[in-house]
């Protein structure tokens, strides 16, 4: 008989359930639903940044989306269904109790937003990421050394920091926190309290400032100055953290029957969407992978003895060791992190607060569909003298700064909504060719660039403008939902199908749809255009 695995895929307004047939690959089924309570608007407020997410909507998605997607599957599929993987975005956090239970669903917190999941685009830690930035370059150890140097709001830390801080009410109970990521292994192998959840490199590796040279989690004392509300949480956290080859446990009596499947499931450590859908898209290394959506995030995986910067130390050596690594780091990024991607390859993360987001608010204010803008928009010369920047909700790299704001320039009275949208696409490419330069500034070889998610399936406008601007061919990966599709990769190798995911990776692989090939007079056009960009990107972060 074939074995199953399953990848469940967390986004940012619903999650998806995929099954998938582990030797070849195929897609038996899959099914997507939508967090009801955050499609209603709830425990949100955009003009705050304050995004929210209640558990409820991830529990109550991961049991519709499975059970659906078996429903479509062949008879037999479930008893045959071997490994289950997540991947969620992040970093999204909740507080939790000593029981592990993430505040929420305590009655007395039921609509209480601060003891929510905070979603990864809530940006109402500003102030808090501040502190930390400040704090790490005093500290004899820069904390923030291998998350790019600069923490951003969009962190655990700043979160956890900032609704404490806010909301006298949670913290009699908040007694640690868990990334979403975790939590969802956690829950169907019922291992939630807070000693026993399994956590991952990964998240901790990319936004708790976790890493090896420090023993872990930065000290209670660099904690405590941060905010003396986080006063014994390190104590309730972690020191390992675990590669996503990993497995957590078997899936528990209680899910086992909630979903349809055996206790012989094995569920393995999870990972954050963007990390996951590079290994889907068959990321290795030189290449360079965008998870295009609603924001975007790039992934890189690199060789460890050419960037680990030594081996481990005792604690005498840490100071000095981590400012010589420094010179080896690249500095603003969203950090480099020992198999936080493929295990024994440094993952390299990246990426924008705002891509599909910027689209969405112009078509919104204009009262005109993207589709109606998209037709009129690639009819357009290129503009010369509309130049927008793309950082309408922050920016995430490089050089983290979520105070900044978006701006157009050259408008008069003869600009239409066509070509302000046309300016608003060439600014997310330009965003994504000052990610791309400031790999290559650093020594990071780039030789293929993958496209996935839904705007590179969906809109040749925006793939062939970005890679007329980045002057590189783009192939987009085949897969809707190449994100799932990692997710069911690391499943496979935890269920023993696999020794390694790159042997999963060259078996499950669904290859790439369609090339994007650069226009040689649109990019030399663009690289005129990308040095106005750049002037205006700092007189804007200046002003």
């Excluded at 995004?51 to 599929?77: C, F, N, W």
């Excluded at 749809?513 to 690289?527: D, G």
């Amino acid at each position: 008989m074939s074995k199953y695995v399953i990848g469940l895929d967390y986004g940012t307004d619903s999650a998806r359930a995929v099954i998938i047939e582990a030797e070849t690959g195929k897609e038996v089924a899959s099914s997507v639903k939508y967090y009801q309570r955050w499609k209603d608007g709830k425990y949100c407020v955009p003009a705050k940044n304050q995004y929210r997410q209640h558990p409820l909507d991830y529990v109550e998605s991961l049991e519709a989306s499975v059970k659906e997607a078996l429903s479509k599957a062949p008879e037999g599929t479930a008893a045959n269904v071997v490994g289950i993987a997540f991947d969620t975005t992040g970093s999204t956090p909740v507080l939790i109790d000593k029981d592990g239970s993430p505040l929420a669903l305590l009655p007395e917190y039921a609509e209480n937003p601060n003891a929510m999941f905070v979603l990864w685009k809530d940006h109402t830690a500003i102030a808090e990421a501040a502190k930390i930035n400040e704090l790490a370059k005093k500290s004899a150890i820069d904390y923030t050394a291998y998350e790019g140097g600069i923490y951003s709001s969009e962190w655990v830390w700043a979160k956890m920091s900032h609704v404490l801080s806010v909301d006298e009410s949670i913290r009699k109970d908040a007694y640690s926190w868990v990334e979403h990521c975790d939590w969802l292994p956690a829950l169907i192998t019922g291992k939630t309290k807070p000693t026993e959840i399994v956590r991952s490199r990964c998240a901790a590796g990319h936004k708790a400032l976790w890493h090896e040279k420090w023993n872990g989690l930065p000290p209670e004392e660099f904690l405590t100055a941060i905010n003396p509300l986080l006063k014994g949480f390190r104590e309730h956290l972690f020191e390992k953290t675990y590669t996503s080859d990993t497995k957590v446990g078997n899936l528990s009596p209680e899910w086992a029957k909630r979903l349809g499947l055996t206790t012989n499931v094995v569920v393995g450590v999870g990972a954050f969407d963007c990390h996951f859908g590079a290994v889907g898209a068959e990321i290795k290394p030189k290449t360079f992978v965008r998870v295009i959506g609603t924001s975007t995030c790039d992934i890189m995986v690199v060789d460890c003895h050419s960037r680990a910067g030594g081996n481990p130390l005792n604690k005498e050596g840490i100071a000095e060791q981590v400012r010589n690594d420094t010179l080896k780091l690249i500095p603003g990024i969203c950090g480099q992190v020992d198999g936080s991607v493929i295990p024994g390859l440094i993952g390299l993360e990246a990426g924008q607060s705002g891509f599909g987001d910027v689209y969405a608010w112009f078509s919104k204010f204009v009262n005109k569909s993207i589709p109606e803008l998209t037709e009129e928009a690639e009819k357009l010369p290129i503009l010369e003298t509309l130049i927008a920047t793309d950082w309408l909700n922050g920016r995430r790299t490089p050089d983290a700064n979520q105070l900044v704001k978006g701006t157009i320039t050259g408008l008069t009275l003869g600009s239409t909504p066509a070509m302000v949208f046309r300016a608003l696409v060439e600014a997310t490419a330009f965003g994504s060719k000052a990610i791309v330069d400031r790999f290559l500034e650093n020594g990071i070889e780039i030789d293929s660039v993958i496209g996935i998610g839904g705007i590179s399936l969906k809109s040749p406008f925006v793939m062939q403008t970005l890679a007329d601007v980045l002057g590189m061919p783009i192939k987009v990966a085949k897969s809707e939902q190449a994100c799932a599709f990692g997710a069911a990769m690391f499943a496979a190798v935890v269920a023993g199908v696999y020794e390694k995911v790159e042997d999963a990776q060259k078996a499950m692989g669904q290859g790439f749809a369609f090339e994007y090939i650069p226009n040689k007079e649109n990019h030399q056009l663009y690289l005129n255009l990308y040095k106005k960009y750049q002037v205006i990107g700092k007189f804007t972060e200046n002003l």
